[in-house]
């Protein structure tokens, strides 16, 4: 989560990770998150790696699942997210908030 305040002029992440192969839920950021963004903050960003193990023989592809879209679509609702990133380590897609909704999702 990359959250930004304009007043200040600064930027925030906010990360989260894990030694499985899906991302952890983020049970441990969205308290403070919603604490930032009562306090002015606002979420620009969801950065979402797309990443896949060697023997895999590909990099990973640069679109949301299912999943991804329902989720950034949550994020735009209950957060106002305005985009969603989704890198396989070597390149970055950008996808406004206002182009969640034609994404498949759950």
């Known amino acids: 989560f990359i959250a930004t305040n304009d007043a200040?002029?600064?930027?925030?992440?906010?990360?989260?990770?894990?030694?499985?192969?899906?991302?952890?839920?983020?049970?441990?950021?969205?308290p403070e998150l919603r604490k930032a963004l009562s306090e002015g903050w606002k979420l620009s960003y969801h950065l979402h790696n797309h990443y896949n193990e060697p023997e895999d023989d590909y990099i990973g592809v640069l679109a949301p699942s299912l999943a991804?879209?329902?989720?950034?679509?949550?994020?735009?609702?209950?957060?106002?997210?305005?985009?969603?990133?989704?890198?396989?380590?070597?390149?970055?897609?950008?996808?406004?908030?206002?182009?969640?909704?034609?994404?498949?999702?759950?």
């Open 68 to 106: 991804d879209a329902q989720y950034f679509k949550a994020l735009r609702e209950s957060f106002d997210l305005k985009y969603a990133l989704v890198t396989n380590g070597f390149h970055t897609v950008e996808i406004d908030a206002e182009d969640f909704d034609q994404f498949e999702s759950h």
């Open 8 to 30: 200040l002029n600064l930027v925030r992440i906010y990360f989260a990770s894990s030694d499985q192969r899906w991302p952890p839920k983020p049970g441990i950021v969205i």
